[in-house]
């Protein structure tokens, strides 16, 4: 005779909020955002630039909600952001950016920075030498690069200094080897030297003048400037 079977039911258990079912517990709470995460191609943009950011809303689960977001950026100098999250450098600065949901929010700071510039400063003065009778010409000479991106630098290829006297003579001056070795001057760096020129007081210095060559993306470039001795 064959054996009847049993049969046997399992309800589903409710604990907690949760649905006790075979495989584990399931939540039975409805979505609820708890955290925004915002998103920026790069946190270092020029002036001029524009990008991207995005955002996510998450739930407790972790998973994405759609949710209307509101985009904000404080202070608004540095730069601004439209409806849809799209951010444009304005004047370089430190601002935060900020997507908000409700009573949630969240975002990073943003900085804005100046395109990369090389610049090349001559200080000079002059007047007779106590000991001796000699013009002195003391001229300080800095190279300095400001603004640009993280990694932007220059290549300085070549570097002349000049001092012209009053009968026309123009002498070529030495450099230290440190101006120029190593080449590459970085956003945010600077080389400096400090010299002086000697001459006879009958044919005293009168001018200094200073060139500088250099490479950046490929592309070759000069700068230069002179100071009159006096």
Request: aromatic share 4%.
């Amino acid at each position: 005779m064959a054996e009847r079977g049993t049969v046997k039911w399992r309800w589903p258990v409710f604990v907690s909020g949760c649905l006790l079912a075979a495989g584990g517990c399931e939540s039975t709470e409805p979505p609820r955002a708890v955290e925004v995460v915002v998103g920026l191609p790069a946190p270092v943009m020029l002036v001029g630039a524009s990008q991207q950011a995005t955002a996510l809303v998450l739930d407790q689960r972790g998973e994405a909600m759609d949710l209307p977001l509101t985009w904000r950026i404080s202070p608004a100098g540095p730069a601004s952001v439209s409806a849809a999250g799209q951010v444009t450098g304005l004047a370089a600065g430190e601002t935060t950016l900020t997507a908000s949901t409700g009573d949630l929010s969240g975002g990073g700071l943003l900085t804005v920075v100046d395109s990369f510039r090389l610049g090349l400063s001559l200080t000079v003065g002059g007047g007779e030498d106590p000991a001796a009778p000699l013009w002195l010409c003391v001229y300080s000479v800095r190279l300095e690069a400001n603004g640009g991106l993280p990694g932007d630098e220059a290549r300085i290829v070549g570097l002349s200094l000049f001092a012209e006297r009053q009968s026309g003579l123009v002498d070529t001056l030495s450099l230290p080897p440190r101006l120029i070795d190593p080449p590459e001057l970085a956003a945010g760096s600077s080389k400096a030297f400090l010299g002086t020129e000697k001459s006879p007081i009958t044919d005293r210095t009168v001018r200094i003048t200073i060139t500088a060559d250099y490479v950046r993306g490929g592309a070759d470039g000069t700068l230069d400037t002179s100071e009159i001795c006096s």
